[in-house]
């Protein structure tokens, strides 16, 4: 089986091989793993079973001084966090959406290295990815304060806002069907440590409703495998978001989920990227605490419904001995 076979069998809720892992790393991290490597592209060395495509934040303009501007118009801040940062102002500033044009969704730069990328790994599953999806990019342009704020006080305007959102991502997702790819994937954080940031009947109103409007391109016009990704404490919407298509969900926080207990209780109707703790383990345990939390996140995906991975991408912060126990232990569980 390739590797593409192996994460084709977690999702379609058989039981694999062996357990595949897709790790991701902030700029910070991935440089220490390039000089222990000893190369500019780590891709090769960590083996990952999943290839991402497109671009998930979208392609910036660098204008000096750790600010970048994204094709939306959105100016952000890196000057601590690198690899995103933060927006720096309002582009919405009022309830409409007068006066403002949004990007080409076909831009050339979003399809652009797909072949490239596949013919260098043939073998692995192919992914492209939207991130900033929905809520996301309705508060980057909005501020999020003054988004939630419309929800209540403005909802035909975030109704106009998220369907135009949504049209963008759907001319994307059609596009990106043209190649060999095996799936979409969407990036959109609804939630926070304890639960949805804008509660769930505001999700159900309001986010929803383009939810499956978007999955339903994926999975019906198009064929292909549904990923998804939000942090925080969404468990709640599982029953939903599976009933509209979903195929995997990202990225599965340990210190707000209880992975133990999720994995078995959806094999078959829904599979699971993350699980290794971004918050506790791999910053601040030993190179053991992680080889054990690796070894228990293997025995719990090996019938099948789970991708090893980091709860996110793993920042700066953790060790790379950290970083080399989680890695050397996925692929010494790998038989091939």
């Not at 501007?69 to 959105?74: E, N, Q, Y």
């Not at 990106?176 to 009947?201: E, N, S």
């Not at 054990?292 to 060790?319: F, N």
Request: glycine fraction near 8%; hydrophobic fraction near 40%.
């Amino acid at each position: 089986m390739t590797k593409r076979d192996i994460i084709q069998a977690v999702l379609t809720g058989q039981r694999p091989p062996y357990v595949p892992w897709s790790f991701s790393f902030t700029l910070e991290a991935a440089n220490k793993l390039k000089e222990h490597y000893g190369t500019d592209d780590i891709e090769g060395p960590l083996g990952n079973h999943i290839l991402g495509l497109g671009s998930d934040i979208g392609f910036f303009e660098n204008l000096g001084d750790d600010r970048f501007r994204d094709r939306f118009g959105v100016i952000w801040n890196r000057k601590v966090d690198k690899d995103i940062g933060m927006p720096e102002a309002v582009i919405l500033k009022q309830p409409t959406l007068n006066g403002y044009e949004f990007p080409d969704p076909l831009a050339p730069e979003f399809f652009a290295d797909i072949d490239k990328k596949i013919t260098a790994f043939p073998d692995r599953f192919r992914v492209f990815r939207i991130g900033f999806s929905l809520y996301e990019r309705a508060w980057t342009l909005r501020g999020m304060e003054n988004l939630l704020c419309d929800f209540i006080e403005h909802p035909d305007f975030v109704h106009e806002l998220l369907t135009r959102i949504a049209d963008y991502n759907i001319a994307q997702v059609r596009e990106a069907c043209r190649y060999d790819i095996d799936a979409v994937y969407f990036g959109d954080d609804w939630g926070q440590q304890r639960g949805l940031i804008m509660g769930p009947r505001l999700w159900r109103k309001f986010i929803f409703p383009q939810l499956k409007r978007m999955y339903a391109v994926v999975r019906e016009e198009c064929g292909k495998f549904l990923f998804i990704h939000s942090c925080g404490q969404v468990d709640e919407l599982f029953d939903a978001l599976i009933s509209i298509g979903l195929n995997c969900f990202n990225p599965f926080q340990p210190e707000v989920m209880d992975v133990w207990s999720l994995v078995p209780r959806y094999r078959g109707r829904l599979a699971f990227h993350g699980g290794l703790s971004t918050q506790r383990t791999l910053p601040y345990g030993t190179a053991e605490d992680v080889r054990s939390e690796t070894r228990r996140l293997l025995e719990l995906g090996k019938d099948g419904g789970y991708i090893l991975s980091p709860a996110h991408s793993v920042e700066g912060d953790v060790p790379l001995e950290n970083m080399l126990a989680m890695i050397e232990e996925v692929q010494q569980n790998c038989p091939f």
